[in-house]
Structure formats: structure tokens, C-alpha cells
């Protein structure tokens, strides 16, 4: 079982920059494929980003593409969502998430049984 706690949102004018982190409880972190999702008010969550295990492979949203990425550093258990040029319709709860079924990065968030508490994000023009 591992335990997920998001840090590093806050509210940023729009094409500005966060970095969302989140740490990562137990000693087998490396067994977990990890994922973003957000979710905005009244929208149903969805899928951001996805890195496997090894943090060889990483999957974006296209609605992302080419201006979050995400990463992970084994030795601190912790995983990154790095977002540049926000827009407004970014604004939503990001959430962690780690996934003990998937081999590979998973968009489905039905693959994710652990996730953190989220963290706000809010980008205003």
C-alpha cells in the first residue's frame, strides 16, 4: 500500500509556471506506475499525465501536451507535474494517483487505486 500527499499548487496568472510534486509513502514506490488527473467544478475527472515505473515511458493529455511534463525521482519517492504556459482552463484539483495493475503508463483512472487528497490549481487571465 502506498500513501500519495500533493504539494505545490496555488493561483498563477496565466502563462505562468507550478510545479506539483508528490510524495509517496513506503518502500516500494518503484513498483507503482504513476498518473495525474484534475478535475474541474462540475466536470468529471480526467487524465493529465502518466509516467511507468522505471520513468522510462510518459504519456501527456493533448490537452497538455507540450506544456506540462511529468517526471519522477525514485531515490524521493516523489513525483512532478511540471506546467508552463497555464491557461484558465487549467484551473481544476490536481490529484496524484499510483497504480499497482498497470505495466505501463495507464490513462484509465479505473487502473489507480491509491490517490492523494489534490491540490488546487487555479490560473486566472
Known amino acids: 500500500q502506498v500513501q500519495l500527499a500533493e504539494s505545490g499548487g496555488g493561483l498563477v496568472q496565466a502563462g505562468g509556471s507550478l510545479r506539483l510534486s508528490c510524495a509517496a509513502s513506503?518502500?516500494?514506490?518503484?513498483?507503482?506506475?504513476m498518473g495525474w488527473f484534475r478535475q474541474a467544478p462540475g466536470k468529471e475527472r480526467e487524465f493529465v499525465a502518466g509516467?511507468?515505473?522505471?520513468?522510462?515511458?510518459?504519456v501527456h493529455a493533448d490537452s497538455v501536451k507540450g506544456r506540462f511534463t511529468i517526471s519522477r525521482d525514485t531515490a524521493k519517492r516523489t513525483v512532478y507535474l511540471q506546467m508552463n504556459s497555464l491557461k484558465p482552463g487549467d484551473t481544476a484539483v490536481y490529484y496524484c494517483?499510483?497504480?499497482?495493475?498497470?505495466?505501463?503508463?495507464?490513462?484509465?483512472?479505473?487502473?489507480?487505486?491509491?490517490w492523494g487528497q489534490g491540490t488546487q490549481v487555479t490560473v486566472s487571465s
Open positions: 494517483a499510483a497504480s499497482a495493475l498497470s505495466t505501463g503508463p495507464a490513462t484509465n483512472n479505473k487502473m489507480y487505486a491509491y
Open positions: 513506503g518502500r516500494t514506490f518503484s513498483s507503482y506506475v
Open positions: 509516467i511507468s515505473r522505471s520513468g522510462g515511458s510518459t
